[in-house]
């Protein structure tokens, strides 16, 4: 299996950016897929995770309101819409995919990050 992210880059704040992972070696259209990040020198967190009928999504309280979670099933790829960025939400940006999503989100497989700078 593999979680090919993309869509990363470097830009100012206000700005939006579309970040894409696309899976292949198995299909996830009927599981969780999601997105995770790690700012520099924190710990891996939480970003936003959507079943596959998008019924349940659910996003870290930091990025409600800015931040969207889609899913293309037919195409096993998961998106994550960016708007508003401030300089926090600087990071490598990983999806991930299947798993189980109870208090927390526990994905069975992630992709590898992709950066995103957002400079004042």
């Known amino acids: 299996v593999q979680l090919q992210a993309s869509g990363g880059g470097l830009v100012q704040a206000g700005d939006s950016l579309r970040l894409s992972c696309e899976a292949s070696?198995?299909?996830?259209?009927?599981?969780?897929m999601g997105w995770f990040r790690q700012a520099p020198g924190k710990e891996c967190e939480f970003v936003a995770v959507r079943s596959w009928t998008g019924i349940t999504t659910r996003y870290v309280d930091s990025v409600k309101g800015r931040f969207s979670i889609s899913r293309d099933n037919a195409k096993n790829t998961v998106y994550l819409q960016m708007n508003s960025l401030k300089r926090e939400d600087t990071a490598v940006y990983y999806c991930a995919a299947g798993g189980v999503l109870g208090g927390s989100y526990s994905p069975d497989y992630w992709g590898q990050g992709t950066q995103v700078t957002v400079s004042s």
């Open positions: 070696g198995r299909t996830f259209s009927s599981s969780f």
